[in-house]
Structures are given as structure tokens and as C-alpha cells.
């Protein structure tokens, strides 16, 4: 695999990491409901959509604010959501699809209707905390008409912790770091240093040193979900631009 001009690039789109909550979170959580909801209304105070019907909806949705842009954040599971589109956009069910296994969708949103995935608009940018569920593609008209279809998944895997247990035989300090590939949605095949997508079950092998999982998976792979929305509009734009210009010098 070649080196990937991309390495040194900037990404906004890359959000802190949110450590997973222990077994006693639930119990410490419900002693302090009524100031946690003070502290979830809070994190908006500044939040650029001024409507408060949909920051009502954040925080049902259990959404709280990370002072970024639009950009919020599930303390449950480590979502990450932003470019929401007010009065169009559902926090309530955009959180329920893409984070199915979430504690708090489980307990508090899974009374709400689901819409069939082939009707559902999920407009917001979706970022992948720690630790993170599957996600769905948004692109220009943020319209989920090219969403993977849940039978080429594995959820076994759906978690970045889960993939980076996958790899306990990885010991090539020449290689990528285990947690570039789990955040890049692979997990590890036990065969060579071959890597698998989740999401778009392809594979990779063959890895450089100085190649970057999460380039390398929306070069090969542009139409994973998973990859391109992770990689962020400006950056797969760049991505396929590159590798259509690298296939067309090939073939002169």
C-alpha cells in the first residue's frame, strides 16, 4: 500500500475522546437527574440554533452541547453529531439509528415510532467518540439514500472497543497504531495484518508503516458509509479526487 499524501492533514472532524461510563454511572445518574438536566440545558446556553423547541428536542434526545459549531455529544455511548438541520432533522431518532445499543436510547428512546431507514433524513454530521456505534452517511443533500444495508454489518464489531480487542496478536510497532484502525472501523482477521470494515465488510492488507487507516479505507472502499462519514466532506472530496487522478496516470 502506498503512502498516503493525506497524513499530515488537519481534521476538525476529529472529536476528543469520551471515556465509556462504568456499571455505577446509572445508579449515580438517577440521584443527580434533576442537576444533570440543569447541566444539559446549560451546555447550549451558546449553541448557534436559537430555537429552543429543538434544543428541547437535544436534550430529550439526550444530546449535550460541546460549544463547537453545532456539534453535541451523548455521554452514554459517545456519539458525536453535528450540521443539524432545525425542524427537519429528529435528534430522537437520528441518536436511536445510529447508536442502537446506546444505555440511554435503550431505556429512554426505544418508545418512540421508528421510521423505515429508507425514509429517514439524517442531515448531522456524525463524528466517532469513544466509544463510538455504526454510522450513516451525510453528503451535500444529507439525505440517507445510500445507507448500508444492516445485513453487510458485522455488530460484533460495532464498537471501537470491540475492534480493538480484535487485535491482540498485533505487536508491528511498524505498523499503524491498533486504535488507528478501530477508529477507522476495522477490526483484525488474525490472518497477516489483513483488516476488515464493520460496516462495508471489505478488507486491507499489506500496510505501510506511514499509512493512515482512515485515508486508506475511503480510497478503497468509497462507498463505505462509514468511512466517508468519517472522513468528513472536504477530506473524501480530496481522497477520491487523488486516487481518480492517480488512476488516470496509470493508465497513460
Not at 500500500?1 to 499530515?8: A, L
Not at 434526545?61 to 455511548?77: E, K, P, Q, T
Not at 439509528?97 to 429517514?120: D, E, W
Request: net charge negative.
Amino acid at each position: 500500500m502506498s503512502d498516503n499524501q493525506f497524513n499530515n492533514m488537519d481534521d476538525d472532524n476529529v472529536p476528543t475522546s469520551v471515556e465509556a461510563a462504568d456499571e455505577t454511572s446509572d445508579v449515580i445518574a438517577l440521584s443527580q437527574h434533576a442537576s444533570s438536566e440543569q447541566v444539559q440545558r446549560r451546555t447550549f446556553s451558546h449553541w448557534p440554533h436559537s430555537s429552543s423547541q429543538f434544543i428541547a428536542q437535544m436534550n430529550e434526545a439526550g444530546f449535550y452541547g460541546c460549544n463547537i459549531g453545532d456539534r453535541v455529544i451523548c455521554l452514554s455511548c459517545g456519539l458525536v453529531c453535528q450540521q443539524w438541520i432545525p425542524y427537519i432533522d429528529d435528534p430522537c431518532e437520528v441518536h436511536r439509528i445510529l447508536s442502537p445499543n446506546c444505555r440511554y436510547v435503550q431505556s429512554k428512546l426505544m418508545c418512540h415510532r421508528s421510521a423505515p431507514l429508507n425514509n429517514t433524513n439524517l442531515s448531522p454530521t456524525v463524528n466517532v467518540a469513544v466509544p463510538p456505534t455504526s454510522i450513516l452517511p451525510s453528503m451535500d443533500s444529507l439525505h440517507c439514500d445510500e445507507i448500508v444495508p444492516k445485513s453487510s454489518r458485522s455488530d460484533k464489531y460495532a464498537e471501537v472497543f470491540e475492534r480493538a480487542k480484535s487485535f491482540p496478536n498485533w505487536h508491528n510497532e511498524k505498523l499503524p497504531p491498533v486504535d488507528d484502525f478501530a477508529r477507522a472501523g476495522f477490526f483484525y482477521t488474525g490472518m497477516k495484518n489483513t483488516v476488515t470494515c464493520f460496516y462495508c465488510n471489505g478488507s486491507l492488507r499489506n500496510w505501510g508503516p506511514n499509512d493512515n487507516p482512515m485515508i486508506e479505507h475511503a480510497r478503497w472502499f468509497p462507498h463505505c458509509a462509514y468511512a466517508r462519514q468519517l472522513c468528513g466532506d472536504d477530506l473524501y472530496r480530496k481522497i477520491q479526487e487523488s486516487q481518480r487522478s492517480r488512476q488516470g496516470f496509470l493508465r497513460t
